[in-house]
């Protein structure tokens, strides 16, 4: 085949996928940057340039730093702990445990329901007096709390959910994982006297790594992805308190109709992408073992 | 899989079986609660007696509340559709970027890697805006289109594409196929089990996907399930709770169904999807 034929093929393979990413994606992208410094059309005035306008109202809105605030708590929280989570499950299942099979099956069933089902389910599990959660602290004598209702709590309810939902996503990776590995490594690491955790540290953990960081990859992804649980279960209340970024973007641009402005927000969730995608490529680089 | 020198043992074994007991039970739990609370009456939601009887009514009562078989069909409709697109257009990228050497390769690829991080459920206000424009606002089309072209996709069939050896491509060739015919010849067949699971993947997340459908679709003709139960389930039904969590369980069935089947390809499927 001449180059010129490899060239036209390459293009034309490639251009139908190529049209849309650039129309949905890349577009999308640019737009919203652009629409960020323009203000929302409103009846009889169409949309002009602003400069940094945006950005200024932005600074000042104290629901911005609250979501965002929210969203890294969320993160925060959300991100270890159901990694830990798949960590341990994946090491259980994977070893000799009475009823592996069912119990793969327990940890791994909610990632195949949707957000707004699991969403549904919990909410119910929540319900203040009448839910499963309050019947079983009235049976410990504890006082009736509303679990969704109060801004103390109602973050950290989100929260329990979403590790339940994907601890057990992570698990399949982590599980994949430790069945390729040589059963040499630990016999040779116990013929020189290493300890448990010692060899968890110094071998499994390392040798997790590729997998830990494409897990971490999605988890933070998802954590400013996915807001479905908060459509359904808080609308953002109580007082802003489940309030995340993502599902202010939505309030901004879908119920106040004000898209000049959810852009600008969309601009600092793109940022807050592009800085974690930053922060795990400098992290590949350095830490990560290459089979 | 064998117990190797450092499965615990003795007394730590039982409290670790116990431990990853319990944490099943508690992942399982949500589970039963809501299969408790749409099988049996409302009174007895939350009373877990046994001799309370079990019923059908509830999921009776959500299937005539709402209009759910259009739902599921559009749910289909949209899943189908967004999967024959995906593997055409994935097919061919990838295909483009293992195979033909073009300027502008590496660029290109990047770039579509960028929709790995910036994924379309982001996008939400100005893709609203490019459907608007389109005409396509409310129709199951628009839900779909943002997603035709995953950047997932390319590049897990890249990555297989490259392992497939070179003499089986030259002997196609040698044979007189033309670059279309060794796609398909020799590339697709090698990749089946790839494509199983990136279409596994793949439903899964469009059949439970939320946010977006429910920003572009407004009316029932083109709503898929989840937004349906959730427009039913807010508005229609104050809190009557035995027919929300049967509307739930129905909704989520056929997957859940089709999951506890083939519960081993599910798995190994996702397990593949997430190594490179």
């Known amino acids: 085949m001449t180059r010129t034929a490899q060239w036209l093929y390459g293009w034309l393979l490639l251009l139908p996928a190529a049209a849309l990413l650039a129309l949905f994606t890349h577009y999308p992208t640019v737009g919203t940057l652009w629409q960020s410094f323009h203000s929302t059309p409103r009846a009889g005035r169409s949309s002009v340039y602003v400069g940094a306008d945006n950005y200024r109202a932005l600074i000042d809105d104290p629901i911005f730093w609250q979501s965002l605030s929210n969203n890294l708590w969320y993160a925060g929280g959300t991100i270890p702990l159901s990694i830990g989570l798949a960590l341990l499950m994946a090491t259980w299942v994977n070893g000799r445990l009475a009823g592996r099979s069912l119990l793969r ?16 389910i919990w909410l119910f599990f929540y319900t203040p007096e009448y839910g499963l959660l309050e019947k079983l602290t009235s049976a410990f004598g504890l006082p009736t709390h509303n679990w969704l209702g109060s801004k103390s709590t109602a973050l950290g309810c989100l929260m329990a959910v979403t590790v339940w939902k994907e601890a057990g996503f992570f698990m399949i990776f982590y599980l994949a994982a430790l069945q390729q590995m040589s059963p040499n490594l630990a016999e040779a690491a116990a013929i020189e006297g290493a300890s448990r955790w010692y060899f968890f540290r110094r071998v499994t953990f390392p040798l997790l790594m590729p997998t830990t960081l494409f897990v971490l990859v999605n988890a933070v992804i998802n954590a400013f992805r996915l807001v479905d649980h908060v459509v359904v279960m808080t609308r953002g209340g109580p007082d802003n308190a489940t309030e995340l970024l993502l599902y202010y973007i939505y309030e901004i641009g879908f119920r106040f109709w004000d898209p000049a402005y959810a852009a600008t927000l969309t601009i600092v969730l793109l940022v807050v992408l592009g800085l974690a995608a930053l922060g795990q490529f400098g992290f590949l680089e350095r830490r990560v073992h290459y089979r | 899989m064998s117990a190797g020198p450092y499965a615990a043992r003795g007394a730590a074994r039982g409290v670790e079986t116990a431990t990853a007991w319990l944490v099943g039970a508690l992942w399982i739990l949500p589970l039963l609660y809501a299969f408790w609370t749409a099988f049996h009456p409302g009174e007895f939601s939350t009373r877990f007696v046994l001799s309370a009887p079990l019923t059908l009514a509830n999921f009776v009562k959500a299937w005539h509340a709402a209009p759910f078989a259009r739902y599921f069909v559009n749910t289909v409709l949209l899943c189908a ?5 995906q593997l055409v257009l994935c097919t061919l990228a990838a295909y483009a970027f293992a195979h033909f050497e073009f300027p502008g390769r590496g660029l290109l690829f990047a770039l579509v890697l960028v929709q790995l991080m910036v994924t379309p459920d982001v996008l939400i206000v100005e893709n609203y805006r490019t459907m608007s424009a389109l005409g396509l606002r409310d129709t199951i089309v628009a839900i ?5 072209a995953s950047a997932f996709g390319i590049f897990l069939l890249r990555q297989t594409f490259k392992t497939v050896p070179k003499e089986l491509d030259e002997a196609a060739r040698v044979e007189g196929c033309s670059p279309l015919q060794v796609l398909w010849k020799v590339y697709v067949p090698l990749a089946k089990p790839v494509y199983l699971a990136y279409s596994l993947v793949s439903v899964s997340y469009h059949w439970n996907n939320f946010l977006w459908p429910l920003i572009v679709t407004n009316s029932v003709e083109s709503r898929p399930l989840t937004v349906g139960l959730q427009v039913f389930s807010a508005t229609d ?8 969590t049967a509307a739930t369980l129905l909704t989520t069935a056929p997957l859940l169904v089709a999951f506890l089947l083939f519960q081993r390809q599910f798995v190994q499927s996702f397990m593949r999807a997430g190594i490179k």
């Open chain 2, 144 to 148: 779909g289109l943002p997603y035709m």
């Open chain 2, 81 to 85: 559709m967004i999967l024959a697109m």
């Open chain 2, 237 to 244: 039904q104050g809190i009557d709770w035995s027919i929300i």
């Open chain 1, 105 to 120: 099956l327990a940890y791994f069933t909610p990632t195949m329901l949707p957000m707004i089902a699991v969403a549904n």
